[in-house]
């Protein structure tokens, strides 16, 4: 395989999982209109720090295992080692089931002392999804180390359909349940705790899938391994110590790089009793950030995971076959990518967040919509640096630098702690001491980890391309897209409610302002012809725009 043609799969793959990130975050969004709004601010509050503890222990127990397994196959895959890429594999379903054991343990047993006592049955309900997720992660690393990221794109999005689905439902039956057994005062409770059910059934539905897929390919896997003429195949033992060598300080960056939003969310609410709030305001508080802001958040922040993913197993080949030109190749590649993906969902967001709040959750007060405006705003700019910072994660876990990123980590969450303590103790911004400290955090790690991949493999960014362009055509959107939602919400000032009326300019902005893009970003060069081809479609598209001359050639 030419190195162009391994340069064009690699967006294309980068591009359908970053595809299925929007769409499956997109589901999420969808049906998180009307969960949140059933559950209101303070069901939302105890759903949100379930599913924050949740989630860092998913981290910890098999998050890095996709990473670790598609980081180590693919050296073994460049090599023609399948006999020992089978062992990895057997070996990592081994380790997922006695650390999903323990994990899903811990989190039952010891739900009381991670949240609050509203929170507690539904981080309980989420303690089996911690045992089954690990299986699905297994599975996706090992597509991933192929490089075929179809198998993992197409169960992100049934996890999340399947999600959607049982979230409300379970939500509905459990608040119902609280009412027939004489518990109405605690109906959002019961419901946050229905709604963590669909997380189990999103999980059990793409393991499935999975399981589904890899059973009907066993037979290639078989053909490969009878063909391999490896004289040294790895024992279990030492596959294990290489799994575990490589899974280890990924599980320590992973956890050191998102530990923040447990961290966050207990000092807040150790701050918020210090001064005499009840559970049930900064519940309701903490609910805002958490379930309105990060929700909108995560999507660009996904696609930037996605694309991460995508990185770490080319990047290691290259990185093994002593490609260092490749290296530079792709990391230049996905940070364009990312840039392109995350910078205008930023803009996007910080000028249209309050009608976009506004739109998705009506049954929020007018205090309540202004703060999600206000995190949505001051946010955007850490959003662009968290999608920065995944790739040099993967970057420096792809290229064997993987105790750095817990150094920079490490690091950034000093500053960051210190930082929210003075804020939430000595002022009074609230929710929005999360998004200063949070900037500060990416900010230190974006540049600790940059200056690490810069000493290492003589990288500089190509800053007009990953950059430059992408905020450049990202600004002129966002001009457009406010302009836009004026113009709307003034013409049809007469014709429709206050809610029909702003959902109409939001919807006509976003898609203004999305071809706006596009073209902006054509016009000033900063996608070409070429790297068109790369990705899905790329052909059509470039012939739309040579067709109405938007295109550089």
Not at 234 to 251: D, N, V
Not at 423 to 442: K, R
Not at 445 to 468: A, C, P, T
């Amino acid at each position: 395989m030419g190195k162009k043609k391994r340069t064009n799969n690699f967006a294309m793959q980068a591009t359908i999982l970053a595809a299925a990130s929007i769409v499956s975050k997109l589901i999420g969004m969808i049906y998180n209109i009307p969960f949140a709004n059933l559950l209101e601010e303070e069901g939302n509050g105890y759903y949100g720090k379930a599913q924050t503890v949740y989630y860092l222990i998913l981290l910890i127990a098999t998050f890095s295992i996709p990473q670790a397994v598609s980081k180590i196959m693919a050296e073994k895959i460049e090599k023609g080692e399948y006999r020992n890429v089978k062992r990895i594999f057997d070996v990592s379903m081994l380790y997922v089931l006695i650390v999903g054991l323990i994990a899903a343990g811990i989190t039952f047993f010891g739900a009381p002392q991670f949240v609050s006592p509203s929170a507690v049955l539904s981080l309980r309900v989420l303690a089996p999804t911690l045992f089954l997720s690990g299986f699905a992660s297994v599975y996706r690393g090992y597509y991933q180390a192929y490089g075929n990221m179809v198998p993992t794109s197409v169960s992100q999005v049934i996890e999340q359909i399947f999600n959607a689905f049982f979230s409300i439902a379970m939500a509905v039956l459990f608040m119902n349940i609280a009412v027939s057994i004489g518990k109405a005062d605690c109906r959002q409770m019961y419901g946050a705790a229905g709604g963590t059910v669909g997380t189990g059934a999103g999980v059990l539905s793409g393991l499935i899938y999975m399981a589904i897929i890899y059973n009907r390919d066993k037979s290639e896997l078989r053909e490969r391994m009878n063909s391999d003429t490896t004289g040294s195949i790895m024992t279990y033992k030492e596959a294990f110590k290489t799994l575990l060598m490589i899974a280890t300080p990924i599980i320590f960056s992973s956890f050191i790089y998102n530990v923040n939003g447990t961290l966050d969310m207990k000092l807040h609410e150790a701050i918020m009793k210090s001064h005499g709030y009840t559970e049930q305001y900064y519940s309701a508080q903490y609910g805002l950030y958490s379930r309105y802001y990060l929700v909108l958040a995560n999507i660009p922040i996904a696609m930037a995971s996605a694309v991460s993913s995508t990185v770490i197993p080319r990047v290691s080949a290259n990185h093994a076959a002593g490609d260092i030109a490749g290296c530079r190749k792709s990391i230049s590649k996905a940070l364009q990518l990312t840039m392109v993906l995350t910078i205008p969902c930023a803009i996007g967001f910080m000028t249209l967040g309050r009608p976009i709040i506004s739109l998705l959750y009506p049954r929020l007060t007018e205090k309540s919509v202004q703060t999600a405006a206000e995190l949505l705003l001051f946010g955007g700019v850490s959003i662009i640096f968290y999608g920065f910072s995944s790739v040099l994660n993967g970057v420096l876990q792809g290229v064997g630098r993987v105790n750095f990123p817990v150094v920079s980590a490490s690091v950034a969450l000093v500053f960051h702690i210190i930082l929210l303590y003075i804020l939430l103790e000595y002022t009074d911004l609230g929710t929005l001491s999360f998004i200063a400290a949070t900037l500060l955090y990416v900010l230190i790690i974006v540049g600790m980890n940059y200056w690490n991949i810069k000493k290492h493999l003589q990288y500089s960014i190509d800053w007009k391309n990953v950059i430059v362009m992408p905020l450049v055509s990202a600004v002129i959107m966002g001009v457009v897209a406010l302009s836009v939602y004026f113009i709307f919400t003034f013409i049809l000032s007469n014709a429709f409610g206050e809610y029909i009326r702003s959902g109409i300019a939001v919807i006509a902005a976003i898609i203004i302002a999305a071809i706006t893009y596009f073209v902006s970003l054509l016009r000033f060069g900063g996608y070409t012809e070429e790297m068109l081809l790369a990705f899905p479609k790329g052909a059509a598209v470039a012939r739309i725009a040579k067709k109405f001359h938007i295109i550089k050639e």
